[in-house]
Nanobody, 123 residues
Framework: QVQLVESGGGSVQAGGSLRLSCAAS???????MGWFRQAPGKEREGVAV????????YYADSVKGRFTISQDNAKNTVSLQMSSLKPEDTAMYYC?????????????????WGQGTQVTVSS
């Protein structure tokens, strides 16, 4: 049984930093892993995804230059380093994994999802 467990969320003031981690168990391989978020009353949006084989990364325009996704294939973990946080980054953040031809920022096709970790940024 595949499980994705996120950690590292919390409350921080604007301009601060947080590092989210996601540990995958029961997962032998996934071509794509990513972070998605959903704020109250809003649709889920892709934050960052990474292709496992090449390490290629993709970011939402709103987080480019502030967030960095990374993956440790040996440990089956994916992390999201978030810096210069803004109040609009406040959301529940979800880790996802899937064996996809294209690592979609929409989240479509990602078969496995974590329970989420809350990030709250105050002004």
């Amino acid at each position: 049984q595949v499980q994705l467990v996120e950690s590292g969320g919390g409350s921080v003031q604007a301009g601060g930093s947080l590092r989210l981690s996601c540990a995958a168990s029961g997962l032998t391989y996934s071509s794509c892993m990513g972070w998605f978020r959903q704020a109250p009353g809003k649709e889920r949006e892709g934050v960052a995804v990474i292709r496992s084989s090449s390490g290629s990364t993709y970011y939402a325009d709103s987080v480019k230059g502030r967030f960095t996704i990374s993956q440790d294939n040996a440990k089956n973990t994916v992390s999201l380093q978030m810096s210069s946080l803004k109040p609009e980054d406040t959301a529940m953040y979800y880790c996802a994994a899937g064996d996809l031809f294209t690592c979609s920022m929409t989240g479509r096709g990602f078969a496995y999802w974590g329970q989420g970790t809350q990030v709250t940024v105050s002004s």
